[in-house]
């Protein structure tokens, strides 16, 4: 590997960072070498640990100038590889710019640097009357910044919107290095989304280094029911039946009984023992509706034979429901060696046909799958358990994932609907999208990052060629002939 | 001119207009063409109310995929037949007047619920756009949640026609509420703490005719016994409150001259109303205020009988005084005259990189050429 351009970088950046910024020691890179996505590593040429934007703009401008690949890390909890390094880049650690700059209930907002942790916000905010609405359910470690990149939802995003919907202002560095500053306070800025592509790009468009933030009202009431049913089928039906009575509610989560064991092992979280699935259902808002929407939560869910419903009475109750929830994607470590999170999104009324065909695939491919999803909005997060171990387990364990991707796809749905596509995935978009759709969003790529130094090789499969002529097509104009269309 | 029935036949016709350097410029239900820059005369106008079908209706998914020709009158009446609406809020007098679903879309159409329904552009979840140069390409899809790829679907929201014709659109639906109740609150003052209240407004407005007194309208909406409780908790809560009808003006356009849409931080929102009026005295034109208290206004400006320029410039100056951090100030709507003789869209954040998209995707500029903000 060529690193005279390495080299170049750091002996551009080098008199002007801090001590401490810059890691070139072999041991330390290697702890930077994936994110929550284990199976991909990569050991990074050079890492930088930022404190400001002005740093970053430097480090950026140096790749820019020498060609080198660059990648931003935030807290590194991402499920699709987007932060895995570059072996021949550098990769830019946000996570030490982590300061809350401003709260400011009036307004509604709250302008933080990308390495502050989702929950650390809320945590601040909370005093004032407000919280960060989007929850990831790693959202106790993961950093504002990641969840910009990835457009991170979370159990409540069906009712609040996801990432995109709560920045409203951000501080960008171009791939070129320049500071670039997109929104503001203000509600609506004239022009093109900017913050719209920036949100969900998975740190392919340039590195943000502020963000100003909207932050939402804590509500008045907050009810979070446990329901038991004998079947997913069940649950899945009761789910559909509360969304047609008109409720919203703020979050339904679902989990099967392979999924409920995994999370009884880790956290005791004492959910109805012998139950085929469960629902979590929170509503909020204010307290009169919470009242009026429990009581037809309930008067549904007993219409699909719920056995157990329980109504947390306090904030320790309903902290041991959700930690059964959040926690169940490491909970499945105490069930099996290993397991791959799988995350499609279906249309949510095809939830018990795809459930089967799931199973079917488990079956064939002898795996054990555990499901957990936002049932709300169609989210599957199946876990594939297998023993990497056993010689081949892997490879069926990968074929079962993918082919419910596949399931996924035919049935009208997405490849991701949180984790993103990362370099996990990129494979997987030609699948999902035509070459003329890949190619379109290569357009804006082009725009932002002509040269491909940002994040390199996510997201898609084969980069495009920026400078490119369009495509031109020819050929005789039906319309006319046809008398459609007229010409003047 | 040309009305193309199909997505092929559109992008056909745009390739076409492609190779003989056409410009192209689109019709939906015509409901914005007032707004923004007339653009110039087109080589090519496309008429796209023969893509008007309803693609897919899923009541059980709350979705719904349609012709950009739609209107979003009709998509309302569709989505009715499951007791569900469109989940985004539109303007009353562009839905009344046949706004189309890709018009809407393309200009970032927006009613006053902006507190309890999710914007526009959170909501269309996935789009078919036809390229400059006839490219057909789809981005999102047709479920809630999805996160594969980039969101050009949101590129297209607000982007005027300008980067590529929006074919069909899939949005999001919303059970449709039992009912609304209306609260109005003398003045503009009451209106942050109602935003940030346990009544969970639907929409609060503000609205001030010239030289008058403005005053505060609070929605609510959800189950009628919820409504009920809620709204009288507004109006035990604030002097002078008192339960009402949906105000005649509501979620329509002040009728002026000149439009300025004014975005504001939602903290300085009673320093907005203030300053109006101070200014309304100072120069001596009449300025009407109706908006969101969330941040967005209209000012109508001037009446008519006098020329409204210098006062358009001296309200867009002084509002932007305030810093763009805090504040965008820009016209929406004016006389042709007026938009060449004022600076319309002042200090635009990122416009450079703006630029570059516009580049990209329409190299030759042939799409709905001075239409977009900004002259792009």
Request: aromatic letters at 4%; proline letters at 6%; hydrophobic letters at 40%.
């Amino acid at each position: 590997m060529d690193m005279s351009s390495i080299e170049s970088v750091l002996t551009r950046i080098e008199p002007h960072l801090p001590p401490g910024a810059i890691v070139t020691d072999e041991n330390e890179r290697k702890t930077y070498e994936c994110d929550g996505l284990a199976v991909h590593r990569t050991v990074p040429a050079l890492v930088i640990r930022v404190t400001s934007t002005a740093e970053v703009a430097l480090t950026v401008g140096a790749c820019h100038e020498f060609d080198v690949p660059f990648v931003a890390r935030g807290s590194g909890t991402g499920l699709s590889g987007g932060a895995q390094p570059h072996a021949e880049g550098v990769l830019i650690v946000m996570s030490t710019m982590r300061d809350i700059l401003d709260i400011d209930p009036l307004a509604q907002r709250a302008i933080v640097q990308p390495g502050v942790i989702n929950l650390n916000l809320s945590n601040e905010a909370n005093p004032g009357g407000y919280y960060f609405a989007p929850d990831p359910s790693s959202q106790s470690v993961c950093s504002i910044g990641g969840n910009v990149a990835e457009n991170s939802g979370g159990a409540h995003c069906l009712k609040y919107g996801f990432t995109t919907n709560h920045v409203t202002g951000v501080t960008l560095v171009t791939a070129r290095g320049d500071i670039v500053e997109i929104g503001g306070d203000a509600p609506e800025y004239p022009g093109y989304d900017l913050l719209g592509v920036l949100c969900g790009s998975e740190g392919t468009l340039g590195i943000v280094t502020e963000v100003t933030v909207r932050l939402t009202r804590l509500p008045e009431a907050v009810e979070t029911l446990l329901i038991g049913f004998e079947s997913t089928d069940a649950a899945g039906e009761a789910v559909s039946d509360i969304i047609s009575a008109g409720i919203m509610p703020a979050a339904i989560e679902m989990m099967d009984a392979l999924a409920i064991e995994a999370a009884e092992k880790a956290v005791a979280c004492n959910y109805p023992e012998g139950a085929g699935a469960v629902l979590v259902v929170e509503l909020d808002g204010p307290a009169i509706d919470v009242d009026l929407e429990r009581e037809t939560v309930i008067a549904r869910a007993k219409d699909h034979g719920a056995g157990e419903i329980r109504v947390a009475v306090d904030n320790v109750e309903r902290g041991l429901i959700w930690k059964g929830r959040k926690s169940a994607f490491a909970a499945v470590g105490r069930i099996s060696p290993d397991y791959i999170v799988q995350d499609g999104v279906i249309p949510r009324s095809r939830l018990g046909p795809v459930l089967a065909s799931i199973s079917t695939i488990a079956e064939e491919c002898g795996v054990r799958v555990a499901n957990v999803f936002h049932a709300g909005d169609g989210n599957l997060h199946p876990l594939v358990l297998f023993d990497g171990s056993v010689e081949g387990q892997t490879e069926l364990a990968e074929t079962a994932s993918g082919r419910i991707l596949d399931l996924c796809l035919s049935e009208g749905g997405s490849i991701t609907g949180e984790h993103g596509v990362g370099s996990d995935k990129a494979k997987f978009m030609p699948r999902m999208f035509t070459n003329d759709d890949l190619d379109t969003m290569q357009i804006l790529r082009c725009a932002f990052d002509p040269n491909h130094l940002s994040n390199p090789g996510k997201v898609f499969p084969t980069p495009r060629l920026c400078g490119e002529p369009p495509r031109r097509t020819s050929g005789e104009h039906p319309l006319q002939a046809a008398g459609k269309a007229e010409l003047f | 001119m040309a009305r193309p029935e199909s997505v092929e036949e559109l992008s056909e016709l745009v390739a076409r207009a492609h190779r003989e350097s056409r410009t192209i410029a689109v019709y939906g239900g015509g409901t914005a063409l007032d707004d923004h820059p007339p653009g110039h005369t087109p080589g090519l106008l496309i008429d796209m109310g023969g893509l008007n079908q309803v693609i897919e209706h899923s009541p059980g998914d709350l979705i719904l995929v349609a012709g950009a020709g739609a209107t979003i009158a009709e998509l309302n009446a569709v989505a009715e037949t499951g007791d569900q609406e469109l989940l985004p809020d539109f303007p009353a007098d562009r839905t009344d007047s046949g706004s189309t679903l890709g018009g809407a879309i393309a200009t970032r159409a927006v009613g006053p619920r902006r507190i309890g329904r999710l914007p526009l552009r959170e909501v269309v979840l996935g789009v078919t756009v036809v390229l400059a140069d006839g490219t057909i390409a789809k981005a999102g899809g047709k479920v809630v949640k999805n996160v594969a790829g980039y969101d050009l679907a949101k590129l297209m929201t607000g982007s005027w026609g300008t980067l590529g014709i929006i074919a069909s659109a899939a949005l999001r639906l919303y059970p449709k509420p039992q009912t609304q109740g209306y609260v109005e609150i003398p003045g503009a003052e009451a209106a942050l703490e109602v935003i940030g209240s346990q009544v969970a407004p639907a929409a609060v407005e503000i609205d001030r005719s010239p030289g008058g007194q403005a005053s505060t309208v609070v929605m609510v909406e959800g189950l009628e016994e919820s409504v009920a409780s809620r709204t009288e908790s507004i109006v035990s809560a604030y002097p002078g409150a008192q339960r009402c009808v949906e105000p005649s003006w509501w979620a329509r356009r002040a009728q002026a001259p000149v439009t300025i849409r004014a975005s504001v931080s939602p903290a300085l929102v009673p320093q907005l109303v203030g300053e109006i009026a101070r200014l309304e005295d100072t120069i001596g034109y009449p300025i009407q205020l109706r908006g969101s208290a969330m941040g967005v206004f209209d000012l109508g400006i001037g009446d008519l009988d006098s020329d409204p320029t210098i006062a358009t410039r001296v309200v867009l100056e002084h509002l932007r005084s305030w810093g763009q951090k805090q504040l965008s100030a820009t016209v929406l709507c004016a006389p042709a005259s007026v938009w060449g003789d004022v600076d319309a869209w002042g200090e635009i954040p990122g416009v450079g990189l703006m630029r570059t998209i516009k580049d990209q995707f329409d190299p030759d500029g042939l799409l709905s050429p001075g239409r977009g903000i900004g002259g792009l």
